[in-house]
């Protein structure tokens, strides 16, 4: 499964983004879809998960109410929204997938995508 993620870019706090995870696999549809983040010297860590039909979401305590994980399977593409961005986002955000059901560890998730950068200034 190959994965493309973009969207990222630099942003001032207080302010929004839209990332996407798009696949070329007819079969989207059937992985659950997280999206991962990891800022310099610090550990990749989970922020949202999307399961295979879009019918269950989960995220990071700390991040819940201010991003939005949604899917559109006949696009192929996941979307993270990410509202009241802060400088403390600035990371490389990750998309991967693993069969049908969310799981909120990295190691887990079977296929990755390159990543996007997202630069929140102050």
């Known amino acids: 499964v190959q994965l493309q993620a973009s969207g990222g870019g630099l942003v001032q706090a207080g302010g929004s983004l839209r990332l996407s995870c798009a696949s070329s696999k007819g079969t989207f549809g059937i992985y659950a879809v997280g999206w991962f983040r990891q800022a310099p010297g610090k550990e990749r860590e989970f922020v949202a998960a999307v399961n295979f039909d879009g019918g269950t979401t989960h995220y990071s305590d700390s991040l819940k109410g201010r991003f939005t994980i949604s899917r559109d399977n006949v696009k192929n593409t996941v979307y993270l929204q990410m509202n009241s961005l802060k400088p403390e986002d600035t990371a490389v955000y990750y998309c991967?997938?693993?069969?049908?059901?969310?799981?909120?560890?990295?190691?887990?998730?079977?296929?990755w995508g390159q990543g996007t950068q997202v630069t929140v200034s102050s």
């Open positions: 991967a997938v693993r069969n049908l059901v969310i799981r909120t560890t990295a190691a887990d998730y079977n296929y």
